[in-house]
């Protein structure tokens, strides 16, 4: 089974950056695409982006389109979420989620990690 773990959030202010993290373990990493979700007090989920198993192929909401950038180190079994730019809306419980494929039903979840953009 896998097991993903979020880290790396906290409060920022807004324009600023934060990198979260999606560290695995139990599986190896390298046959599963990773999705980002995220979902703030009183509103539901929506995906944040995800990326191919081999790194090659990454898709965005447009709500972060140009502000935050996935990437992945497969020896290291992690995914990372570069946030910058941050607005108040950004502020949210984020959530990384592994599938087959970017198209495909998530399989696994973490428990996730919260962002907090205020000044």
């Known amino acids: 089974q896998l097991r993903l773990v979020e880290s790396g959030g906290g409060l920022v202010q807004p324009g600023g950056s934060l990198r979260l993290s999606c560290a695995a373990s139990?599986?190896?990493?390298?046959?599963?695409?990773i999705s980002w979700f995220r979902q703030a007090p009183g509103k539901e989920r929506e995906g944040v982006g995800c990326?191919?198993?081999?790194?090659?192929?990454?898709n965005y909401a447009d709500s972060v389109k140009g502000r935050f950038t996935i990437s992945r180190d497969n020896a290291r079994n992690t995914v990372y979420l570069q946030m910058n730019s941050l607005k108040p809306e950004d502020g949210a419980v984020y959530y990384c989620?592994?599938?087959?494929?970017?198209?495909?039903?998530?399989?696994?979840w973490g428990k996730g990690t919260l962002v907090t953009v205020s000044s």
């Open positions: 139990g599986l190896t990493l390298d046959y599963y695409a």
């Open positions: 990326i191919s198993r081999s790194g090659r192929s990454r």
């Open positions: 989620a592994s599938s087959t494929g970017c198209s495909d039903g998530m399989d696994y």
